[in-house]
C-alpha cells in the first residue's frame, strides 16, 4: 500500500479511459462518514503517515 492508495485509486470505465476516484478513507472525511484503518501502524512513515497528516 503506498500512500496515494490512502488517498485515490485508479480506475477503468468500460470504454478502456483511466481516471482517478477518491479512497473510501478521502469519502469518510467529505461526507463526515467513519472509516477504519485496520492495521494502519504497519504502514512505515514514507508510506501512510506523511499523507496523512
Given at each position: 500500500m503506498s500512500s496515494r492508495?490512502?488517498?485515490q485509486r485508479r480506475t477503468t470505465d468500460?470504454?478502456?479511459n483511466t481516471g482517478?476516484?477518491?479512497s473510501p478513507v478521502v469519502q469518510a472525511a467529505i461526507?463526515?462518514?467513519l472509516a477504519?484503518?485496520?492495521g494502519v501502524h504497519r504502514l512505515s512513515k514514507e508510506e501512510g503517515?506523511?499523507?496523512a497528516l
Open positions: 492508495d490512502l488517498l468500460p470504454w478502456g482517478w476516484a477518491d461526507y463526515g462518514d477504519v484503518l485496520d503517515w506523511s499523507s
